[in-house]
């Protein structure tokens, strides 16, 4: 089973950009499908985007499609949320989480299929 550990979030201005990384500990990460999800204040946990475990595919949210971008670097055990023209509704605290799947291809946006999750790491969208 693997650990995540989020980094990269902060405070950034609407139109801004940030970087979220994901690190992974553990032998097999290429066997995990991984996902990225977020949670305001009030809300419920929300599916961000998601990626297979070789990377061949993504899927995302309708609400962050054209803006953000999930990527994985199975050398580094690391996933990435590349988050571009961030606006004030995107702040929330992001969770990446971690979805055993080997040999597939399939992505699933329903949190309770992952059974990993790292701590989250705040993200903060000014007006």
């Known amino acids: 089973q693997v650990q995540l550990v989020e980094s990269g979030g902060g405070l950034v201005q609407a139109g801004g950009s940030l970087r979220l990384s994901c690190a992974a500990s553990?032998?097999?990460?290429?066997?995990?499908?991984m996902g990225w999800f977020c949670q305001a204040p009030g809300k419920e946990r929300e599916f961000v985007a998601g990626?297979?475990?070789?990377?061949?595919?993504?899927y995302y949210a309708d609400s962050v499609k054209g803006r953000f971008t999930i990527s994985r670097d199975n050398v580094k055990n690391t996933v990435y949320l590349e988050m571009n023209s961030l606006k004030p509704e995107d702040t929330a605290v992001y969770y990446c989480?971690?979805?055993?799947?080997?040999?597939?291809?399939?992505?699933?946006?329903?949190?309770?299929?992952?059974?990993?999750w790292g701590q989250g790491t705040q993200v903060t969208v000014s007006s």
């Open positions: 989480a971690a979805r055993y799947a080997p040999n597939s291809n399939l992505l699933v946006a329903a949190s309770n299929a992952y059974a990993t």
């Open positions: 553990g032998r097999t990460f290429s066997a995990y499908a």
């Open positions: 990626i297979s475990g070789s990377g061949g595919r993504t």
